[in-house]
T-cell receptor
């Protein structure tokens, strides 16, 4: 079974530029998550999708971050404009369905450096 | 006070040592407790998963939960160099659609050959 795929793996941008990350979850997984992990900290949930609907985006900085999951499969996370403090690893994760919400499988992450 | 506190690291032990990793938490609603292992430049992978208080063993790994003390532990027996990684505790109040995981900061473990 293929794991969670993310791209790009690494990105360096200047502040105020924009960036987009793509995620393809494990086949058949209805729930998709985007987490932000700043160096030396644990992952923090940004947004959770159930199919193509948003379940939780309470910690998403909506003035600069947006995410979508069209057709309930792939997802894109966008940051515009980027700030220095957005430098982090952006982890996409998926789980099979509601009742297995804690069995989450993570991708390898997209590493963002804002300079 | 953060919801989840994890012992600061890093931690370095010789091969074969018993390792104890600990987290404390303040939210009494947490019911599900997990340990994730994260290798360098990789995403976290689920190592152990427990519900409520008690112990759970899987090979060389034992997860322990003491809800009365709001304290969880992960024990690694006969530690191996391949166990060198960052270990993150995580917890949530339920297993449904809104089961937002709260992670600790992680502790980096190095097992010396």
């Amino acid at each position: 079974e293929a794991g969670v795929a993310q791209s790009p793996r690494y990105k360096i941008i200047e502040k105020r530029q924009s960036v987009a990350f793509w995620c393809n979850p494990i086949s058949g997984h209805a729930t998709l998550y985007w987490y932000q992990q700043i160096l030396g900290q644990g992952p923090k949930l940004l947004i959770q999708f159930q199919n193509n609907g948003v379940v939780d985006d309470s910690q998403l900085p909506k003035d600069r971050f947006s995410a979508e999951r069209l057709k309930g499969v792939d997802s894109t996370l966008k940051i515009q404009p980027a700030k220095l403090e957005d430098s982090a690893v952006y982890l996409c994760a998926s789980s099979r369905h509601l009742s297995s919400g804690n069995t989450i499988y993570f991708g390898e992450g997209s590493w963002l450096t804002v300079v | 006070q953060k919801e989840v506190e994890q012992d600061p690291g890093p931690l370095s032990v010789p091969e074969g040592a018993i390792v104890s990793l600990n987290c404390t938490y303040s939210n009494s609603a947490f019911q599900y407790f997990m340990w994730y292992r994260q290798y360098s430049r990789k995403g976290p992978e689920l190592l152990m998963y427990t519900y409520s208080s008690g112990n759970k063993e899987d090979g060389r790994f034992t997860a322990q939960v003491d809800k009365s003390s709001k304290y969880i532990s992960l024990f690694i027996r006969d530690s191996q160099p391949s166990d060198s990684a960052t270990y993150l505790c995580a917890m949530s109040p339920n297993t449904g659609a809104n089961s937002k995981l709260t992670f600790g900061k992680g502790i980096t473990l190095s097992v010396r050959p």
